[in-house]
């Protein structure tokens, strides 16, 4: 595959999870919307949830092998991790941030990111959309000329 996609903890519960703050779409259906997406630009990808830091940590450290790019949403160890933080600047493609709700409005402990300063850019509070579009910016990184 093209572009690993990393989901970080309690994403598998969407759906049901705060429905107000993220949505009804359950993960399984993002992920479909997203191959629909990653098709069209003729991308291909490799969907990953886990609600352990270490699965999370042998994915990224397995990505420079054979991916060319890495959209991450590394849920709350997006505030919290160094760790996930070290194994994503083992990589040197491109890597996109993303987040269903607006960080920014939320508690305070939100608003800081540890991967932020290490992607290429951060897209943030579209719900489903921001997958969407991390996989258009992944796009236009891997192609700059089109
Ligand atoms: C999230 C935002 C995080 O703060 C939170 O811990 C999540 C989901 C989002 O996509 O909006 O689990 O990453």
Same mark, same amino acid.
């Given at each position: 595959?093209? #572009?690993?996609?990393? %989901? !970080?903890? %309690?994403? %598998?519960?969407? !759906?049901?999870?705060?429905?107000? +703050?993220?949505?009804?779409? *359950?993960?399984?259906? +993002?992920?479909?919307?997203?191959? @629909? @997406?990653?098709?069209?630009? !003729? &991308?291909?990808?490799?969907?990953? =949830?886990?609600?352990?830091? /270490?699965?999370?940590?042998?994915?990224?450290? =397995?990505?420079?092998?054979?991916?060319?790019? +890495?959209?991450?949403?590394?849920?709350?160890? *997006?505030?919290?991790?160094?760790?996930?933080?070290?194994?994503?600047?083992?990589?040197?493609?491109? @890597?996109?941030?993303?987040? &269903?709700? @607006?960080?920014? %409005?939320?508690?305070?402990?939100? =608003?800081?990111?540890?991967?932020?300063?290490?992607?290429? !850019? *951060? +897209?943030?509070?579209?719900?489903?959309?921001?997958?969407?579009?991390?996989?258009?910016? #992944?796009?236009?990184?891997?192609?700059?000329? /089109?």
């Amino acid at each position: 595959a093209d #572009i690993l996609v990393l %989901n !970080g903890p %309690n994403l %598998n519960m969407l !759906g049901t999870r705060e429905p107000h +703050i993220y949505g009804h779409m *359950t993960l399984d259906e +993002i992920e479909t919307a997203s191959r @629909k @997406k990653a098709d069209s630009l !003729g &991308l291909s990808l490799d969907w990953f =949830q886990s609600n352990s830091e /270490s699965a999370l940590i042998t994915r990224l450290q =397995q990505a420079s092998q054979n991916r060319r790019a +890495i959209i991450i949403n590394a849920a709350a160890y *997006t505030h919290t991790s160094y760790a996930v933080r070290d194994a994503l600047a083992l990589f040197d493609g491109p @890597k996109v941030e993303v987040h &269903l709700s @607006k960080n920014f %409005n939320r508690e305070s402990f939100r =608003q800081i990111s540890t991967i932020s300063p290490i992607c290429d !850019g *951060t +897209i943030v509070g579209f719900g489903f959309h921001s997958y969407l579009l991390g996989i258009q910016a #992944i796009e236009s990184l891997l192609n700059p000329e /089109s």
